[in-house]
């Protein structure tokens, strides 16, 4: 039988064979000592690129958000952030759980943050409000369907809110090549940035958290805290090296077999009233009122795709997903739209 594709997220990639073979050459030492020569390399071109003086590498993107809200915030402290942003909604409450934090929402559901929203968050302090200590944004947006932050609009946004911008970046990679930006332009206007290797760019592991110098220094005391320091961790680096070097620029290959699924699904379902154009990353998110049988659905003709609640279909492409199996999906769509939705 073939192989499903694998629309579920772009973590399911596998590391290419160079990022194998530079895994086994890979020069180590005990990071806890600062002496893994390969995680130096990949965080002093972590922090180069995203114009920021100090990188550290971490195991995941949730440690990498929760090392932020650490050193951004004290217990008690308000963040705020988008409703459904991954820190608010999809790390299982790690915020309160580890760190004491609330959280105060502002609407994201197309992607980008009103500052006038954050900003009555941050005048409410003088009404004995909490003390807001900092401002969480998603580039891309994961769950409005990948969108971009504008560039322009991203740098007023953060001069307008009045306190210090963490970047969860997880994909900030998409977003500059969505919108024909360097990341260190999209990140310029954040205190502190995370992006993660382990999602288009295809590593097996990793995120780096960047930001100045003596927050990074006490984000390596919160990510021994958070069990996150790791020894001969340069196996890991190494991978992320290669995928700094060689998976960037096909990340618009991804971008563009999205636009062609969402195009697929808005035509297969026109009730939804989805807008293909609204797709500009790796990530299509259409409403449909039963998005849960839709996935069982797609299942059966061979198309893994998942929900990010009852109504909210979600597929992602990834280098996995070639144009042979993007037009395997293409017809699945067809198939599943031609029918009525299973009954469960
Ligand atoms: C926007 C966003 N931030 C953070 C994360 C967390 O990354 P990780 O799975 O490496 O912990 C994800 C994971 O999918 C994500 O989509």
Redesign the pocket.
């Known amino acids: 039988m073939e192989r499903p594709v694998d629309l579920r997220?772009?973590?399911v990639t596998r590391p290419t064979s160079a990022m194998r073979a530079a895994m086994a050459a890979a020069e180590v030492g005990d990071d806890g000592y600062g002496e893994d020569p390969t995680v130096r390399a990949l965080e002093e071109r972590a922090a180069a690129l995203l114009g920021k003086e100090a990188a550290v590498f971490v195991?995941?993107?949730?440690?990498?958000?929760q090392m932020a809200l650490r050193v951004l915030a004290r217990p008690g402290d308000l963040v705020v952030a988008g409703a459904d942003?991954?820190?608010v909604a999809?790390?299982l409450g790690a915020a309160a759980r580890n760190s004491g934090i609330q959280f105060a929402l502002v609407d994201d559901a197309r992607g980008e943050l009103d500052p006038d929203a954050v900003r009555a968050h941050v005048d409410a302090e003088v009404d004995h409000r909490p003390h807001v200590a900092a401002v969480f944004v998603?580039n891309?947006?994961?769950?409005s369907g990948g969108t971009p932050w504008d560039p322009a609009r991203f740098a007023h946004f953060a001069a307008a809110v009045g306190r210090p911008v963490h970047l969860?970046?997880?994909?900030l990679f998409n977003a500059a090549r969505a919108v024909g930006a360097e990341v260190a332009t999209l990140a310029a206007p954040a205190a502190t940035v995370?992006f993660?290797l382990?999602?288009g760019l295809a590593a097996p592991?990793?995120?780096l958290l960047a930001g100045p110098a003596d927050l990074m220094a006490e984000a390596r005391i919160e990510r021994k805290r958070l069990g996150g320091a790791m020894r001969q961790a340069g196996v890991l680096a190494a991978a992320g090296l290669v995928a700094l070097d060689t998976m960037v620029e096909r990340l618009d290959e991804d971008h563009r077999r999205a636009r062609r699924l969402a195009e697929a699904l808005a035509e297969a379902f026109p009730a939804s009233g989805y807008d293909p154009a609204t797709c500009r990353t790796n990530i299509v998110v259409m409403s449909h009122p039963r998005a849960r049988e839709l996935v069982v659905d797609l299942e059966r003709e061979g198309v893994l795709a998942g929900t990010l609640a009852a109504d909210r279909l979600r597929l992602v492409t990834h280098c996995d997903v070639d144009d042979a199996a993007l037009e395997r999906a293409l017809r699945a769509i067809a198939r599943v739209a031609a029918r009525p939705v299973t009954q469960s």
């Open positions: 997220s772009d973590t195991p995941s993107g949730v440690m990498a958000n942003q991954h820190v999809f790390e998603e891309s947006h994961m769950p969860d970046g997880a994909r995370m993660c382990s999602k592991v990793g995120s």
